[in-house]
Every structure is written in structure tokens, then in C-alpha cells.
């Protein structure tokens, strides 16, 4: 697939049709089928749709970084398919999480219930150095060198040590017509990484329906200063804090989330 032909967001369905249907938005550098393994905890029970978001996976790329087109985009694409009969639970991770957010924001009749995974409606700047360098040692590779995904591996392991992180990572690296080549809109990611960091200021009411908040207890991406912010915009916040957990709630505590999100869902 050529960045020509590359829809405005691509999906793809989990499980048969069923009284529920729920629509994963993951985080930076993601693609929907990292969710998988929640998406699959949540059967028979669910339906769930895995998003890859604008400039990640399989979707195209845009012109400039905006929660606001993002979380649009999102909208049109449910619009036309699997949230044409009706509301949507939405589950968003950090970048997912914004756009969730966003989308529930300003498109309320598409969403039932929202979940936010450690993110919160403010700019996150504290993380800002981390990603701008993950961002530069992606960029940097000279994929011209790469022949196979061990030599990227090799060659990231330096600027990037943890193997989980550049395991992550490297998923994004997919083999083209003309070799190896990064998914992600890496360029745009880099150049307005504040506004990825950022949420954008919106007009409007609140958004009314129940919203299940959660942490890990060992990331700072949700903290007590965050609360007001996020009660002005989601009145029906309930807040969770997974115990153990990092940034990466939902890979490092799947059976924890699967809980939670069959109990809030399941309501």
C-alpha cells in the first residue's frame, strides 16, 4: 500500500457482531492492533474496531498535526461504518486517548461511554525530550543500510537500549517496493511534536456521558492536578489507578483493563 492509496483511516473489525461495540484509538507510535489483546478480552461480549490513526499504520498522512481533523476524520470514517446504526464506546491511549476526547467533544452523538488511558486534556510536556528523541533516532536510520528488520534493530539499540521500547518501535517498520520504510509520518511527527504533546483549546459544552479515567500508578501522564481540567470537560469522570502499571497500562496490565472495561462497558 503506497501513501497515495492509503485511506484517511483504516480499520479493522474484531469479533462477530455482538450488543456491544467498542472503538480502540491507540498512542504515538502505535496502530490499532496493539489493542488487540484487550479488543479479543472483550468477547464475546463486544465488537471492537482497531483504528490506525491519521500519519500511523495504514492511514494516510495529513498536512499538519490537529487533535481537531484527527478526531473529525474519526468521526466520518465511524459515520460510514461501524457506528452507522448507532453509538459507539470509544478507548483512546495517550495520543488515542486525546483524540478520543476530542471526538467525544465535538461528535457526542457518536459516543456512549468514552475511556481515557493515562492521558489527560492538558499538554503533556514533561515526556516531550523522550519522544522527540525516539523520534530523531527513528529518523535518523539509513534505511538504504537496512536489508532485513535485524539490522534496524542493531542499529537503534545504541540511541534506543530498552528492548521492549525498540521492539515497539520497530513494528513500524514495514518492507515497501523500493525496501524497508517507516509507516508513521515521522517528518510531521517531529517537526510539531508540541502540538501532539498539546490538546487543543475547545469551545463548547461538556461532554455528558459516563467517562472511565485511567492511570498507572507509576506514570505521570495523570496526576491529581490534571483532575480539574478533566472533570470541567467530562463531568462523569470516574478515575482508576492500575497498581504496577507505567504509561503502558494496557500492555503491561491487559488483565486489569479487560476488567475494568467489561464492568463500565457492561453497565
Avoid: C
Avoid at 498536512?63 to 470509544?90: M, N, P, W
Avoid at 498507572?216 to 463531568?235: C, K, N, T, W
Wanted: a negative charge; charged letters at 25%; glycine letters at 10%.
Amino acid at each position: 500500500m503506497t501513501e497515495q492509496t492509503r485511506p484517511p483511516v483504516h480499520s479493522v473489525v474484531v469479533g462477530e457482531a455482538a450488543p456491544r461495540r467498542v472503538v480502540f484509538l491507540h498512542g504515538l507510535f502505535g496502530r490499532g492492533k496493539n489493542l488487540m489483546r484487550i479488543a479479543t478480552g472483550l468477547e464475546p461480549e463486544a465488537q471492537s474496531l482497531l483504528v490506525d490513526l491519521p500519519n500511523h499504520g495504514r492511514s494516510a498522512w495529513t498536512e499538519a498535526f490537529d487533535y481537531v481533523e484527527i478526531a473529525d476524520l474519526v468521526a466520518e470514517h465511524l459515520r460510514a461504518g461501524f457506528a452507522a446504526e448507532g453509538q459507539v464506546d470509544v478507548v483512546g491511549h495517550s495520543m488515542g486517548g486525546k483524540v478520543a476526547m476530542v471526538l467525544a467533544l465535538r461528535h457526542p452523538d457518536l459516543v456512549r461511554r468514552l475511556v481515557v488511558i493515562d492521558i489527560s486534556p492538558v499538554a503533556s510536556g514533561s515526556s516531550r525530550g523522550e519522544f522527540h528523541h525516539l523520534l530523531d533516532a527513528l529518523a535518523g536510520l539509513d534505511l538504504a543500510s537496512v536489508t532485513r528488520r535485524s539490522d534496524a534493530d542493531a542499529a537503534l539499540k545504541a540511541a534506543i537500549p530498552q528492548d521492549g521500547v525498540r521492539g515497539f518501535l520497530l513494528q513500524n517498520l514495514r518492507r515497501g517496493d523500493h525496501g524497508f520504510e517507516w509507516e508513521p509520518n515521522l517528518r510531521l511527527l517531529r517537526e510539531q511534536l508540541p502540538a501532539v504533546m498539546g490538546f487543543p483549546d475547545l469551545p463548547g459544552p461538556s461532554f455528558s456521558g459516563p467517562v472511565l479515567w485511567i492511570g498507572g500508578e507509576r506514570s505521570d501522564y495523570v496526576s491529581d492536578e490534571d483532575a480539574p481540567a478533566m472533570r470541567a470537560l467530562f463531568p462523569r469522570t470516574v478515575r482508576m489507578t492500575v497498581r504496577g502499571a507505567g504509561h503502558w497500562v494496557h500492555s503491561e496490565k491487559p488483565d486489569e483493563v479487560v476488567t475494568a472495561l467489561r464492568t463500565f462497558l457492561g453497565d
